[in-house]
């Protein structure tokens, strides 16, 4: 019986941990997303609320609620990634996360900290080859993992789009 209580008090311990560390992941993206929401924030009321966007620009306020659920998925999605300690494959999925990261932030300081539609999209693009890359190398590491990045690719293609548009319609 004490071999069960002691048993049972270091899987709950390993549980704690394991969440702390998801919740960890998670953290780190969401605040690469506040980070970024920096410049974005402060140019909506004036310069990106000026200019022209295209008819299917999403309404200003679905922008906050969709890029928090996706940086929480990519910190799950990392976090995935991490529990996977025999794979050898996981170091380079990792750095190649973490490129995809930094180029997330970039963008938002990009277009709007530069209010640099033409310099956003061409650093959208390459963001966009990484977020694939991420996925593909996440992939071979867990599958899960990698399903769990496809929405933020898909909605990353269609920043794409619509950021080349505002580029088209204001230059």
Known sequence: MVKDTKSYFEDKRV?????????????ICEGVGLIGSIPTA????SWYSEIRKPSFTPPNWLFGPVWTI???????????V????DNPLKRT??????????LNLLWS??????????LGFIEIVTLVAFIAMTIRAV?????????????YLAWSMFATVLNFSIWRLNS
């Open 15 to 27: 549980n704690l941990a394991s969440f702390g560390k998801a919740l960890g992941f998670i953290a």
């Open 42 to 45: 402060q140019n909506i009321p």
């Open 70 to 80: 996706l940086y929480m998925l990519m910190g799950i999605a990392l976090y995935i």
């Open 82 to 85: 991490s529990l996977k300690e």
């Open 93 to 102: 999925a990792t750095k190649l996360f973490f490129i995809q990261l930094a």
């Open 109 to 118: 300081y990009i277009f709007f900290g530069l209010r640099s539609p033409r």
């Open 139 to 151: 992939a071979r590491v867990s599958v899960i993992a990698a399903v769990i990045l496809i929405p």
